[in-house]
């Protein structure tokens, strides 16, 4: 079956523009995440979706930071006026459900470069 | 604050050698934790994972990682590597019951044939 995926796989703008990254997740996995990896730095959380409630957007940095899901589909996170420190590899996942006992299966990633 | 530390971030060893990769977690309530392994090209995904019970944990691949509460550690075990296990390993928790990973930086594991 079809794993997660993420398009574009690689975007470079410029700063002050804004960007839109799309997840597609597993069919049938209510539960959808956004991280985002730095050079040299762990994983870090950014915001996740279950179901119809409203999302956990408690590790978005900045209000530059939005994201959106339909349903229990496709999501997209938006970057108003990229900065530099932006850049970063935006990672996608998602699960059956809700909470640590469901695998979150991750997504290959959008590589974000901002110049 | 709820963080996750890994001791190495650059690990070199020959095919054959024993490996053992540090973890250690902030206090921050129940704790879930788990190893993530992302090989060069592919996603990451799931070695193994702690929910409760033993404490010695096997997942797949051979390895293996013990929860010990006293010292807030989870540390990733192989006795005797492989070139194939040439990847980045990630180790990750989760606080209270809740969805969201607390991700360590990451080690780099270099495996020489």
């Known amino acids: 079956g079809a794993g997660v995926s993420q398009s574009p796989s690689n975007k470079v703008t410029e700063k002050g523009k804004d960007v839109e990254l799309r997840c597609d997740p597993i069919?049938?996995?209510?539960?959808l995440y956004w991280y985002r990896q730095r050079l040299g730095q762990g994983l870090e959380f950014l915001i996740y979706?279950?179901?119809?409630?409203?999302?956990?957007k408690s590790g978005l940095p900045s209000d530059r930071f939005s994201a959106e899901r339909t349903g229990e589909s496709v999501s997209t996170l938006t970057i108003q006026r990229t900065q530099q420190e932006d850049s970063a590899v935006y990672l996608c996942?998602?699960?059956?459900?809700?909470?640590?006992?469901?695998?979150?299966?991750f997504g290959p990633g959008t590589r974000l470069t901002v110049l | 604050a709820q963080s996750v530390s890994q001791h190495n971030h650059h690990v070199i060893l020959s095919e054959a050698a024993s490996l053992e990769l540090g973890c250690n977690y902030s206090?921050?309530?129940?704790?879930?934790l788990f190893w993530y392994v992302q090989y060069p090209g592919q996603h990451l995904q799931l070695l193994l994972k702690?929910?409760?019970?033993?404490?010695l944990v096997k997942g797949i691949k051979g390895f293996e990682a013990e929860f010990i509460k006293s010292k807030f550690s989870f540390n990733l075990r192989k006795p005797s590597v492989q070139w194939s296990d040439t990847a980045e390993y990630f180790c990750?928790?989760?606080?209270?019951?809740?969805?969201?990973?607390?991700f360590g930086q990451g080690t780099e594991l270099s495996v020489k044939p």
């Open positions: 069919s049938g996995h209510t539960a």
């Open positions: 990750a928790v989760t606080y209270n019951q809740g969805g969201k990973l607390i």
């Open positions: 206090y921050g309530g129940t704790v879930n």
């Open positions: 996942a998602s699960s059956l459900g809700q909470g640590h006992y469901n695998e979150q299966f």
């Open positions: 702690y929910f409760s019970g033993d404490p």
């Open positions: 979706f279950q179901g119809n409630s409203a999302p956990d």
